[in-house]
């Protein structure tokens, strides 16, 4: 049973073009939400914790936001460097392990 | 802040010797560290969780014997992958997580890259 599942696959932009991606999470009792960004090659690289749905967060052109059963990323103009894998992960109230959705594989073309 | 470290940050061995990656976190003090494997175009798998001081808890079909993982202080910790063979050849990658309420991210390494001949 998935406890996260990220839509879409692979997302291919032009620059400036706007999108958001999702992360959908069943899990019971959240105890945060958290994205991150990963560039091949690399480890992942810590975006944003959201906590209560409702919350939103944002850094430069990207902004998160949490309802109760998903999450989306919205990328406002996005540019070519914006061009990564992006992961979302849930934390249960208990218990101590993340839960990874398998990422959204972004491209933005120039 | 909150910056954590991996040395070697690639590594070729030949099979049947012994590879021991660290993972340290700069400026916080992790009482939780994760390990993390990670096969081309996947995502996380995770290997076990390590609390400092305690013994690793390994995930289902991670065998302990061959992936031995020390947490020895709030800094510091330790996988050794032993008799390595051309199979465990992988990206490996460590987290750490503050130990202090409220602060539930993960802090992630920038990855070890091992290949076994």
């Known amino acids: 049973e998935d406890q996260v599942t990220q839509s879409p696959e692979a997302l291919r932009l032009q620059e400036g073009e706007s999108s958001s991606l999702n992360c959908s999470y069943t899990?019971?009792?959240?105890?945060?939400l958290f994205w991150y960004r990963q560039d091949p090659g690399k480890g992942p690289e810590f975006l944003f914790t959201?906590?209560?749905a409702g919350e939103e967060k944002e850094k430069e052109r990207l902004k998160a936001t949490l309802t109760k059963k998903e999450s989306f990323l919205h990328i406002t103009a996005p540019k070519p460097e914006d061009s990564a894998t992006y992961l979302c992960?849930?934390?249960?109230?208990?218990?101590?392990?993340?839960?990874f959705g398998t990422g959204t594989s972004l491209t933005v073309i120039p | 802040g909150a910056v954590v470290s991996q040395h070697p940050s690639w590594v070729i061995c030949k099979s049947g010797t012994s590879v021991k990656i660290e993972c340290r976190s700069l400026?916080?003090?992790?009482?939780?560290m994760f390990w993390y494997r990670q096969f081309p175009k996947q995502s996380l798998m995770l290997m076990a969780t390590s609390n400092e001081g305690s013994k690793a808890t390994y995930e289902q079909g991670v065998e302990k014997d061959k992936f031995l993982i020390n947490h020895a202080s709030l800094t510091l910790s330790t996988l050794t992958v032993t008799s390595a063979h051309p199979e465990d050849s992988s990206f490996y990658i460590c987290s750490a997580r503050r130990g202090l309420a409220g602060y539930n991210e993960q802090f992630f390494g920038p990855g070890t890259r091992l290949t076994v001949l």
């Open positions: 400026d916080f003090q992790a009482t939780t």
């Open positions: 899990v019971s009792g959240l105890r945060g």
């Open positions: 959201l906590y209560s």
């Open positions: 992960a849930v934390l249960q109230n208990t218990g101590n392990q993340f839960y």
